[in-house]
């Protein structure tokens, strides 16, 4: 081989070596999630602190739970929020001085919005059919895991709720329960609604962030490029009615 040969074939190898350094620079990292590809619009990112409040009226017999601060009485407030740091204790309002806040039932999950593309909402739940009792968790509660549930971000849509076993006495209610996955690229917003049923007959309240098999509860929770203003809430069953007072919507910016 000539010199000149041996010349141009070096100046081959390194024109072959810098257009794959060019390209492997212009690569978008395999992690990086966009927003249905939009350039420029970031991706999901900090933590979705999902408080659960449980309340219980000794006199009736009735639990409830929120997960956001009711519309219309803030007395069951709860601490529900986007944050740059992670919560490690649930805030609860009060209650109005006969449903009272049960501890042992509280919780809070810090959601990492950036450690997957999907939010997988757990809702569970529980019924003691002695006294007609409904009560949900979307949360594992910090003081009783029998009443678990599966709430996470992950790289995997889950199509079935995981729930703890319950204490025997208020059993998982299928009926009620359920999972939704929410694709975190697919808008700009999470919208959070929560729907609150009351039965005069039972004396028992049920929640609904979730929607279930019974559609007759259905929410309106959703990722979209809109933020929403107003809770979207099925009509209930006629027994149990929405109680427009403790519904509630929360939008959650996503970048």
């Known amino acids: 081989m000539t010199r000149r040969t041996v ?11 810098a257009g ?35 309340h219980y009226a000794s006199s009736l017999d009735d639990h409830f739970s929120t997960f956001l601060t009711p519309g219309g009485d803030g007395r069951y407030s709860t601490g529900t929020k986007h944050a740059a ?24 999950r810090a959601l990492n919005l950036g450690s997957g593309r999907y939010l997988n909402l757990h809702q569970c739940d529980y019924y003691r059919a002695a006294s007609t009792d409904h009560f949900t968790t979307l949360v ?18 889950e199509t079935g709720p995981a729930c703890g076993a319950g204490n025997g006495s208020h059993v998982p209610n299928p009926g009620f329960s359920g999972v939704k996955s929410l694709d975190l690229i697919a808008g700009r917003y ?11 007959r039972h004396a028992s309240h049920l929640t609904s962030l979730v929607p279930a098999a019974d559609t007759r509860y259905a929410t309106g929770t959703n990722v979209s490029d809109t933020a929403d ?15 427009p007072l403790l519904t509630a919507v929360k939008t959650v910016p996503l970048g």
């Open 7 to 17: 010349s141009r074939a070096w100046r081959l190898v390194l024109t072959m070596a």
């Open 229 to 243: 203003t107003a809770p979207v809430c099925g009509p209930g069953n006629g027994d149990h009615v929405l109680i």
């Open 85 to 108: 740091a992670a919560d490690t204790a649930a805030a609860c309002g009060p209650g109005n001085g006969n449903h009272v806040p049960v501890t042992l039932l509280h919780g809070v």
């Open 190 to 200: 999470l919208n959070l609604h929560q729907c609150v049923y009351y039965s005069e």
């Open 20 to 54: 794959m350094c060019a390209l492997i620079a212009a690569a978008p990292p395999s992690t990086a999630w966009t927003h249905d590809g939009e350039a420029g619009l970031a991706a999901p990112s900090g933590f979705l602190n999902l408080h659960q409040c449980a």
């Open 140 to 157: 594992t509660p910090g003081g009783d895991g029998r009443y678990s549930t599966g709430t996470k971000v992950s790289n995997t849509p």
